[in-house]
């Protein structure tokens, strides 16, 4: 056996995954360091990974998101969970946002990752980078630059961000003007988690595992007013115990089949559970189900249901439950479905399988027509809550509700 071979080799065993060894110094750098595989501390930022099409080599990405809780030593996990081969990242920098795509000066810091300046992830991993010294304020817009010099395949990413991000050419992360980042992205790429050493060690977070409602459709672009948004200002505002939130929802996303992301039941772990500092999860998911007229059944979605909070109590989290918001004049509606939902909505009211419940069928229904939604609340398409409707879901959670250890 050559030296080169098994070098190779032993690269192969770490990553337990077919890579195509073509030097020493390309297999060396795919391996993550101990510190990446993991991080303490509290989610200030979450978006589910999901597929995104094919990765572009030397795309530059310029990615904004925004601060729930405050704390220091900032650290952001990049992801490569649908990837079918190692991913190589350099150039990685993390800065606050001044306006578009550029930072306030002196802002702009390269990450690391067991000190190095560049990362490989495996196929199906994900990575975290080393803390960043210093603090950053809740509701902060921070902007993370990065590389993908040689990506290739399957990318990993969020779609529908409800946020501009931007995109460039080049090698600009460094830099903290905007003038190289002259297109534009409505989506999240390559990131999946931000997360930072709280001011108050008891502080924890809530995760939010839904759909297109979660994931903000219909709100406004660039606002942070999905809902959330607002549930994690009334936190901040209430300053108890829970202050981070992690939007974990996906449009399209259903609670037992794959579609539009993977479905909850098979992305709770990785999307929640192992989001740092995640004391309590959040669900509210079912309409997808119920409206794709695929069969399911109350039961079907009720046992669903049990089985995520029955993997989130053995996790140690809380749970609340939400009801199954009103849909009737979206195309899907029909007499059949709405009897699935009310049938599934009496058993989450009356559930002792979660720690709380919060309403939102109620919240959200018209009083004239209960199957619809109240139109002073509705987005437009009879579906998805407007900002109005967003904020009256975040005002409906009791935030006491979210910290079943108290």
Not at 131 to 155: C, E, M, N, V, Y
Not at 197 to 216: E, H, K, N, Q
Not at 301 to 311: F, N, P, Q, T, V
Not at 351 to 358: F, I, L, R
Request: with cysteine; net charge negative.
């Amino acid at each position: 056996m050559s030296a080169r071979f098994g070098r190779c080799w032993r690269v192969l065993a770490v990553l337990l995954t077919a890579v195509v060894c073509q030097s020493a110094p390309a297999a060396r750098a795919a391996t993550l360091p101990e510190s990446a595989t993991r991080a303490t501390g509290v989610v200030t930022w979450a978006a589910s990974a999901d597929r995104m099409g094919e990765g572009t080599a030397g795309q530059a990405y310029r990615l904004v998101v925004h601060t729930s809780v405050g704390g220091s030593d900032l650290r952001v996990r990049f992801t490569n969970a649908f990837g079918d081969r190692p991913l190589t990242l350099d150039g990685v920098y993390a800065g606050v946002r001044a306006q578009g795509a550029a930072l306030r000066p002196g802002s702009n810091r390269p990450l690391t990752f067991g000190g190095a300046r560049t990362v490989t992830v495996p196929a199906g991993a994900v990575a975290w980078s080393d803390p960043l010294p210093g603090r950053i304020a809740a509701g902060t817009d921070l902007l993370i630059s990065l590389r993908t010099p040689d990506a290739a395949g399957p990318a990993t990413g969020h779609w529908m961000a409800m946020q501009t991000s931007y995109t460039g050419q080049g090698e600009h992360t460094a830099e903290e003007s905007g003038a190289n980042w002259t297109q534009t992205t409505g989506s999240w790429w390559y990131i999946d988690s931000v997360a930072v050493r709280p001011s108050r060690p008891a502080d924890g977070a809530v995760a939010a595992l839904g759909d297109s409602i979660t994931d903000g459709w219909q709100s406004t672009t660039d606002l942070n007013r999905r809902w959330p948004d607002y549930l994690a200002r009334r936190l901040h505002a209430a300053g108890g115990p829970v202050q981070g939130v992690a939007n974990e929802g996906i449009s399209g996303n259903k609670v037992l089949a794959d579609g539009a992301g993977q479905a909850a039941l098979h992305r709770l772990d990785r999307d929640v559970l192992s989001q740092p500092g995640v004391r309590t999860v959040f669900l509210f998911e079912g309409v997808n189900d119920i409206k794709a007229h695929t069969g399911v059944t109350a039961d079907d979605l009720i046992a669903g249901y049990r089985e995520i909070a029955r993997r989130a109590h053995a996790a140690g989290k809380c749970v609340v439950a939400a009801t199954v918001a009103p849909f009737k004049g979206w195309s899907e509606w029909d007499p059949a479905a709405e009897a699935v939902r009310q049938e599934v909505n009496r058993f989450v009211r009356g559930s002792d399988d979660v720690d709380a419940v919060t309403d939102l069928d109620r919240v959200l229904r018209s009083p004239y027509d209960p199957e619809r939604l109240l139109p002073f609340l509705d987005g437009g398409d009879h579906l998805h809550p407007n900002d109005k409707g967003m904020q009256a879901m975040a005002d409906a959670v009791d935030l006491d509700g979210l910290d079943c250890a108290r």
